[in-house]
């Protein structure tokens, strides 16, 4: 009796001793799958070196810094352009550009494209301030807008340019943009 008895114990401590080693290969095989999947695995960062503080983008809305950094972004690609990155400055701008207003913008900017080929006039700005509205998804960039002919700088105006943004999901496009036009303040006093 004792013998069969220390028999199925013993049965029994050799049962439980492969369970645990087959449940060990099996974490050790699936650690390791998952340890070559990790490494192997495409990782994407998103660089901002001029961003001087972190931000992150949220399904909730726009941050206040993420629409200034994207919109001083973007007001340097519309507002500096020669006439030898034409081409280039309208396919960025239409890669920002909302699906709904590429159209319209595109034609815009094909007038634009036209006129500037194979002339000598560049246009730049540097940017005075920036003010943006989350909630309104909108933003005004003053500065001043500099033309320039051959190597000869011509014109320079102070001017405001507004961009209008649309945010869905993640993802911020551009609605529109232009300049500011101020009503002339005696014109509103004869009025009144």
């Known amino acids: ?6 028999h199925e ?5 050799l ?6 080693a087959i449940a060990c290969l099996v974490l050790a095989i ?14 994407e960062v998103i660089l901002q070196p001029v961003i001087p503080k972190q931000m992150a983008i949220s399904s909730s809305g726009v ?14 690609l519309a507002l500096n352009r020669s006439p030898e990155t034409l081409q280039y400055w309208m396919d960025s701008i239409l890669e920002i550009t909302a699906p709904e207003a590429r159209g319209p913008l595109k034609s815009k900017l094909m007038g634009i494209l036209q006129e ?7 246009q730049f700005v540097t940017i005075d301030w920036i003010r943006v509205d989350p909630e309104a998804l909108t933003s005004e ?17 102070n001017k405001v340019f507004k961009f209008a943004w649309k945010y ?14 101020k009503k002339d303040k005696d014109k509103d006093n004869a009025d009144d």
């Open 116 to 122: 500037q080929q194979g002339s000598q006039v560049t």
């Open 63 to 76: 941050s206040r810094d993420y629409l200034e950094a994207v919109t001083r972004d973007a007001a340097q």
């Open 30 to 43: 699936l650690c390791f799958a998952l340890v070559t999947m990790a490494s192997s695995r495409d990782r």
């Open 168 to 181: 869905e999901g993640l993802s911020l496009k551009l609605r529109g943009f232009g300049v500011v036009v």
């Open 141 to 157: 960039v003053g500065g001043v807008l500099h033309t320039v002919v051959a190597s000869r700088d011509v014109r320079r105006e």
């Open 9 to 13: 114990q013993s049965q029994r401590a």
């Open 15 to 20: 049962k439980q001793r492969n369970l645990l």
């Open 1 to 6: 009796m004792e013998l069969s008895f220390a």
